[in-house]
């Protein structure tokens, strides 16, 4: 591999410079420049975002895999670019155990045909839960992990670059205060100026070639005066007139003026230059960071989907265990809990019809006194006051005929009679008349 020294040497020097002039930044030793309060606030709703972004991702892919080993393992399939293997989810895995038993223990028997039954609704449960994952892993897993592994690493990438333009500016700015300095030092040197060694004593001789109307000797003059001596004048003196002292190749104060005067010029030269790549790099991070906003609706979006994925899942879900229920209410012998009464069995609608959220449906046993006759419908009439509108948020199909069928987005009229279920009203649509579930409903005032 092929080594630029000089270029290693350079980013060396310059990032050692930066980190002295970063850590005096920090302790206020040395200048900063300031971002508008507007940029402030762009970063730190990125570093918001990005943060957050982070601990839902992974909170998510815990929801989704809680098995710790299982997420490693397909961590490391997706960094080889490598095809995660298929695995059996816990239900499936249960329906598997469930159905060996049975099959050992007796088909035929009650305990073994229930055995069977629950397997199959289990292995249906894994499935729903299988998509599930899968729908939620492309439509919202996938969205953050970009944001997290494109936008952010360029949004990154930039604010650094900004930030060593802000050094290299605030430099700059340092320099030429420098070079300032010591200009105005340079102007307020008097015309007369003695530059010569602490230990050197001019000899009479080298005095008194020197008088007030004079230059200093040149290079020549004095090595030819004093051979074996000093290699380089040690003592001027400059005059009033510069024109003598340039003539005689003597070095003047006008000269050294001019350096500093021409020092000024370039650090003023490279802060103009350090001042334009910090506005443009300030311009292109600011963008980066404005798309922030864009970044949040499309995760409002995938968000949605997610909810909507993960509905669709818990509605299956109900519906697959529904159906259950009525196969084990058919089996005799089949023990259903006596402590709370069954909810009732939904008859089965298409995927098409069946509400994207499908509250659980409360217990209708309450609907009458233990002991007393069931309630006749036809007999009932509203009270004077008390009645309500309600607008219907699920469809509903009705378990039989003392309950009304819903419709979402309906207006019915409510109301409740005594010794109802709280969790149950009567609702009327035109001259129809049935028990209702309030989940289903959402009451207006």
Request: net charge negative; hydrophobic share 35%; proline share 7%.
């Amino acid at each position: 591999m092929d080594f630029n020294m000089k270029k290693l040497a350079s980013d060396a020097g310059i990032f050692f410079t930066r980190a002295v002039q970063f850590t005096e930044e920090k302790f206020g030793q040395a200048e900063k420049t300031e971002l508008d309060a507007h940029f402030e606030n762009l970063l730190t709703r990125a570093d918001s975002t990005k943060n957050w972004t982070e601990k839902i991702l992974r909170q998510t892919e815990v929801l989704l895999q809680p098995n710790p080993s299982a997420r490693v393992e397909e961590f490391l399939y997706e960094k080889l670019d490598r095809k995660v293997p298929s695995r059996v989810t816990n239900g499936e895995l249960l329906a598997q155990y469930m159905a060996e038993a049975a099959s050992e223990l007796g088909p035929t028997t009650p305990y073994g045909k229930t055995l069977i039954k629950v397997a199959e609704a289990e292995k249906r449960l894994g499935g729903a839960e299988r998509d599930f994952i899968h729908t939620a892993s492309i439509n919202f897993l996938t969205p953050l992990r970009n944001f997290l592994e494109g936008d952010w690493k360029t949004i990154s990438k930039e604010r650094r670059l900004l930030q060593n333009r802000r050094l290299d500016l605030d430099a700059c700015k340092a320099r030429l205060k420098k070079a300032k300095a010591a200009e105005a030092k340079a102007t307020t040197v008097p015309d007369f100026q003695e530059t010569r060694p602490r230990n050197y004593i001019l000899s009479a001789s080298a005095s008194a070639t020197l008088d007030d109307t004079s230059c200093p000797p040149s290079w020549s003059e004095w090595e030819e005066k004093y051979p074996g001596g000093w290699r380089l004048p040690c003592y001027f003196l400059l005059p009033l007139n510069p024109s003598v002292t340039q003539a005689r190749g003597c070095l003047s104060l006008p000269k050294n003026r001019k350096l500093w005067n021409d020092e000024v010029d370039k650090a003023e030269q490279e802060l103009r230059v350090a001042q334009t790549e910090f506005d443009r790099q300030a311009e292109v991070t600011r963008l980066l960071l404005e798309g922030i906003s864009s970044t949040h609706v499309n995760h409002l979006r995938c968000l949605h989907e997610f909810v909507e994925s993960q509905t669709t899942y818990y509605a299956q879900c109900y519906r697959h265990m529904l159906d259950l229920q009525k196969q084990l209410g058919r089996f005799p012998g089949t023990f259903i809990g006596t402590t709370e009464p069954a909810s009732p069995p939904l008859s089965s609608t298409s995927p098409t019809t069946t509400a994207a959220t499908m509250p659980v449906v409360p217990s209708v046993a309450g609907l009458a006194p233990p002991g007393e006759a069931a309630l006749c419908l036809e007999e009932v009439a509203p009270p004077a006051s008390g009645t309500r509108k309600a607008r219907v948020l699920y469809d509903y199909e009705a378990a039989d005929s003392s309950e009304l069928a819903l419709l979402a987005d309906e207006l019915i009229t409510v109301y409740s009679l005594p010794g109802m279920d709280p969790d149950w009203l009567i609702g009327e649509r035109g001259n129809k008349k049935g028990k209702v579930p309030v989940t289903y409903l959402e009451l207006l005032s």
